[in-house]
């Protein structure tokens, strides 16, 4: 099983440029979760998606911020135009529907500058 | 609202000693109790889970936690610290929303010594 992928890793980029974060869930998974982990707020959850609706948008931020599943495999995060603030771990997690336990993915660390 | 917390920010433990890390919790139902561990620069890995049943639950890599409704608490326990055990761990609370959104700690960084 490979486990939740995402990528990039790391990525480096300037104030006002555009991100995306991508995320592969676990085959057969059909809720997946997009966290944030910073040192001030801890892990908070932006969006979740169940069948590739998604269902509770509440932790995203603003609006320079976006997710989409356009299928059951991917997903994807995007931040328009990016800030210095925006630099965190950004999670994303998959799980089914009525199993409770999240997988994680190994996060893509952002760093605004 | 439910919440999570985890009084302690940093522990120091010295390899082969015990360790308990505390986790409370604020929740209107029974909840979902769950133990993460993320090692640095990696994601999180879950170390053990209570629903219902045995409040005494066993997981991975020799922890425990128990869940006592009483005290709204979930502790997480190993009888001997091993300095691989060196990490950071969160306690989270779900089940709420309708789905399960997870609520998570601020996280316990435990640092071993030889």
């Known amino acids: 099983d490979a486990g939740v992928i995402q990528s990039p890793r790391h990525e480096v980029t300037e104030m006002g440029q555009e991100v995306t974060l991508r995320c592969k869930p676990i085959?057969?998974?059909?809720?997946l979760f997009w966290y944030r982990q910073t040192m001030m707020r801890g892990l908070e959850l932006l969006i979740y998606?169940?069948?590739?609706?998604?269902?509770?948008d509440s932790g995203m931020p603003e609006d320079r911020f976006s997710a989409k599943m356009p299928n059951a495999s991917f997903s994807t995060l995007k931040i328009q135009p990016s800030e210095p603030r925006d630099s965190a771990v950004y999670f994303c997690?998959?799980?089914?529907?009525?199993?409770?336990?999240?997988?994680f993915g190994p996060g893509t660390r952002l760093l605004v500058l | 609202a439910q919440s999570v917390t985890q009084p302690d920010i940093h522990i120091t433990v010295s390899e082969g000693a015990s360790l308990e890390l505390r986790c409370n919790y604020s929740?209107?139902?029974?909840?979902?109790l769950f133990w993460y561990v993320q090692s640095p620069g990696q994601g999180l890995q879950l170390l053990l889970k209570?629903?219902?049943?045995?409040?005494l639950v066993q997981g991975i890599k020799g922890f425990e936690a128990e869940f006592k409704r009483s005290q709204s608490s979930f502790n997480l326990r190993k009888p001997s610290v091993h300095w691989s055990d060196a990490a950071e761990y969160f306690c989270?609370?779900?089940?709420?929303?309708?789905?399960?959104?997870?609520?998570f700690g601020a996280g316990t960084r435990l640092a071993v010594h030889p």
């Open positions: 997690a998959s799980t089914t529907t009525h199993q409770e336990t999240q997988y």
């Open positions: 085959s057969g998974h059909n809720s």
């Open positions: 998606f169940n069948n590739n609706v998604p269902i509770d």
């Open positions: 929740y209107g139902a029974t909840p979902y």
């Open positions: 209570y629903f219902s049943g045995d409040t």
């Open positions: 989270a609370v779900g089940g709420s929303g309708g789905y399960n959104k997870l609520i």
